[in-house]
């Protein structure tokens, strides 16, 4: 049986709605079609149940971002992963220029729709493999956050990003990293956990270790690693993590 005190929400992403089995695990692009175009938590299956998460846990997500990132007036800010830009949408008025993109179109047209109006927020449609190719464009970013999306990518394409920041993307001091499944602890999520925990295109993604994320911030680029605990309350305490890297001096 699964640990329903600890692994409620997550495990909406497996035993949801009947429609939910219409769609790839790990799909972006087509799901969150089915809900309406306001419907932002349930877009990005930040879901309990199809209950959506709580304000109270959204509000811990987006402080522990502001207060991790130091967020400033001339902050400009890339959002890599940004979904429907619901999430970040408290933190643009504090920063100089917020630019997200995000793999799926869908999510980006919401984000444009209902966020995209002031002048210093972007959003564009692309896959984090494209940054190569796009590095140019965000060259002034001093901040970078990607939130709920490091599960979906693979090992080199965490290292390949890690790279073009520290290269590429030099005025980058900081880089939150957010809501990361922990390998180490996923009894507390399902003892039984029978899906690959290494396969990133299952509904939860890559469960990575913490050691995991110290290796491959240590080997591409020069960052100081710190874990960041969300409080005991927070849906997903016992079981996922945070990370900011601050690059070193
Ligand atoms: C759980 S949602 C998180 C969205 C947003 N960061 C938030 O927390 O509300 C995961 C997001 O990662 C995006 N994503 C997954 N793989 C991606 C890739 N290779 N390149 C860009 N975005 C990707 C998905 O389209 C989806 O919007």
């Not at 002048?119 to 590095?135: A, H, K, M, P, Y």
């Not at 939150?176 to 396969?199: E, S």
Request: charge should be negative; hydrophobic fraction near 35%.
């Amino acid at each position: 049986m699964k640990n329903t005190k600890f692994s409620q929400i997550d495990e909406d992403a497996t035993c949801s709605e009947l429609t939910y089995q219409d769609f790839e695990p790990h799909d972006y692009k087509e799901y969150p079609k089915i809900f309406s175009r306001n419907d932002f938590l349930r877009q990005v299956r930040r879901t309990v149940n199809g209950v959506p998460v709580s304000q109270e846990d959204i509000d811990r997500i987006v402080s522990s971002i502001d207060i991790n990132l130091d967020l400033c007036a001339e902050d400009r800010v890339l959002d890599i992963g940004c979904g429907n830009g619901h999430l970040s949408s408290p933190l643009y008025s504090k920063v100089k220029r917020w630019v997200g993109f995000d793999s799926s179109e869908y999510l980006i047209s919401v984000a444009t729709e209902f966020y995209g109006v002031e002048e210093r927020v972007e959003f564009i449609t692309q896959s984090v493999d494209q940054l190569g190719e796009s590095v140019s464009a965000y060259e002034e970013s001093s901040k970078v956050l990607c939130y709920g999306v490091l599960a979906y990518l693979t090992q080199s394409e965490v290292a390949r990003v890690l790279d073009q920041i520290s290269n590429c993307l030099k005025s980058v001091e900081r880089i939150y990293i957010g809501n990361i499944p922990d390998r180490d602890l996923i009894n507390f999520f399902d003892p039984n956990y029978k899906v690959d925990p290494l396969c990133e295109r299952s509904q939860i993604g890559r469960w990575w270790t913490s050691n995991e994320i110290k290796e491959v911030a240590k080997s591409n680029g020069n960052w100081e690693v710190d874990f960041i605990k969300m409080p005991e309350e927070f849906y997903a305490s016992k079981y996922r993590f945070d990370v900011l890297l601050r690059r070193k001096i």
